[in-house]
């Protein structure tokens, strides 16, 4: 009887430790964290809606998954991530600029971006500050050098920077095009899309916008 009981308190001791470990595993953190995800997955709509809320825009005969669904007509989920993590990469440069006097590039290029001389980048600087001054009642005046420059933004670049161009950038070389970024008074970013004819004259600014107008512009709104 004896032995029966050790046998008993045994196996209920080795099952007990087992379950704990188990709840305090890493594991277990995986496994909650994958039944959050599918839980969140499963509330994703098309129209951004959780399930069971009727949306009359909703084409139950054409649902996309999430990962390739549109928020709405120009944001894409991959979107928004990427607007986060520059968004995320200017603030970060406000404050080393302030605290430092630098800045650093938060995204790599996906696409080559032409090399600038010091002729280029004093004469965006020029054009750049001219456009600010006319339009003093959206951007700050004086500019801060850590709320300004050259765009990280890969989408920009590669539209930019493509064998077809159309749009306002037809015509144009990859040399004689650039897109500069500018905090505006209201605290979010605009992109300066900056063109010249040839080497050697002034640049222009061919439009403003955020990567979603200029792209629309670029190709013609198709």
Known sequence: MKKILMFVLTITILIGGSLYFQNQSSYSEYASIQDDKTISEDLITLDNNPKDVKSENKNPGNEESPKDAKLDD??????????????????????????QGRKESSIRPTIEVPSLSIEDITGIYKTVDAYMRENSDRFPEPADNGTRGNTDDPRIQNILYKEEKTGIIAGFENENLFAWEVKKLDGEYTNLLLGRKSTGEEWQVLSEGDVYQLREEISDGN
């Not at 944001?75 to 605290?99: M, P, V, W």
């Open 74 to 99: 120009k944001r894409t989920f991959e979107d928004i991530a990427l607007d986060k993590r520059l968004d995320e990469g200017r603030k970060k440069n406000e404050r080393t600029y302030r605290e």
